[in-house]
């Protein structure tokens, strides 16, 4: 058994849509099958598809929460900060922290900043792959950066104590984010572009940029973030991008972000939460030591929360 921690799955958006139990579904994330951890800790992020329009946004967001909220297992606790995750694991819970996948739910009114933070929210992912009025998501021909209130919104989400993600956005707008940060940024669900080439993945100056300003990288187990041929994806992908992150001096910086009931096609072996053992196994049959596996599945992610999330 393990400690495992991740920092993103689209679970809330299925259990919603398909109207199931989070503690006992056929989803990549059904809590019965997570006994094989000591500790475990997810982002649950709430998506906003890029169909949605104006008001249709914010309410999906708010049927989303609501569902999670009056089906909450008892197992699950929903954590704020790093003191509420500790608590959760000494009373042997699963800890559940917030996060939103595209600011357009915001619908350009600053104010509901300050109701996310309010209802718990600590990650935010500025886009989806489209425009929304934060910024142009990396989809997006001739992207631009940041808008006015794009900027504003950041520096407001850091003042409440919200991470940014920059996972979806353009690189004009990770440009921006690198400019007006004052506070540590993350991708939450991000591979290395390097090993392939897809549009959503890192380049090696923006993995470079999160690493120095002491952020975190998620790494995501889409078949097609993994491998150029999507389908063909292993075990051994995964631990390729995890090599090549470490080669850029990311020992302190990788993580998961699995992306699990966000993607259709997994790596060969995996089918859900149930089988991060292999990947956990798999490297250390590869002589990483025990010590950075742990970092890379657990501590990492712990220790930044103990700085950022207060």
Same mark, same amino acid.
């Given at each position: ?22 503690e006992d579904n056929n989803l990549h994330i059904s809590l019965n099958k997570t006994k094989s951890f000591n500790n475990y800790c ?118 409440? /104590?919200?991470?940014?993600? $920059? ?5 004009? %707008? =990770? *440009? #921006?984010?690198? &400019? ?31 690493? /120095?300003?002491?952020?975190? $990288? ?5 078949? %097609? =973030? *993994? #491998?150029?041929? &999507? ?49 956990? &196994? ?29």
């Open positions: 058994m393990f400690n495992f921690a991740d920092m993103h799955c689209d679970t809330l958006t299925e259990i919603f849509t398909k109207k199931l139990k989070l997810q982002v649950f992020a709430i998506w906003t598809n890029d169909n949605l329009k104006g008001e249709q946004r914010y309410d999906n967001f708010i049927n989303v929460y609501n569902y999670f909220l009056n089906n909450k297992p008892q197992k699950i606790n929903i954590c704020k900060n790093y003191n509420d995750v500790i608590n959760s694991f000494e009373n042997n819970k699963i800890s559940a922290i917030l996060a939103v996948e595209d600011a357009g739910m915001l619908n350009g009114r600053i104010e509901r900043i300050d109701f996310l933070a309010y209802l718990g929210v600590k990650f935010i992912t500025l886009t989806w792959n489209e425009s929304n009025e934060l910024a142009d998501g990396i989809r997006v021909e001739n992207s631009k950066g940041l808008t006015d209130f794009g900027k504003k919104a950041v520096t407001k989400m850091q003042e409440k /104590n919200i991470i940014i993600d $920059v996972s979806h956005l353009s690189e004009k %707008g =990770f *440009l #921006n984010v690198c &400019e007006i940060s004052k506070k540590p940024f993350v991708a939450t669900h991000s591979n290395a572009k390097t090993i392939c080439k897809h549009f959503r993945n890192l380049s090696d100056e923006q993995f470079k940029a999160i690493v /120095n300003n002491k952020g975190l $990288v998620g790494i995501n187990l889409c078949g %097609g =973030f *993994l #491998n150029d041929i &999507e389908d063909n994806a292993s075990i051994d992908d995964i631990i390729r991008h995890i090599d090549y992150f470490l080669s850029l001096g990311g020992q302190n910086t990788l993580c998961f972000g699995a992306d699990f009931d966000g993607v259709d096609t997994l790596p060969k072996g995996i089918k859900g939460i149930s089988n991060i053992d292999l990947i956990y &196994e798999q490297m250390l049959k590869k002589n990483y030591s025990q010590k950075l596996v742990d970092k890379i599945f657990f501590e990492n992610f712990i220790d930044f929360i103990k700085i950022n999330l207060i």
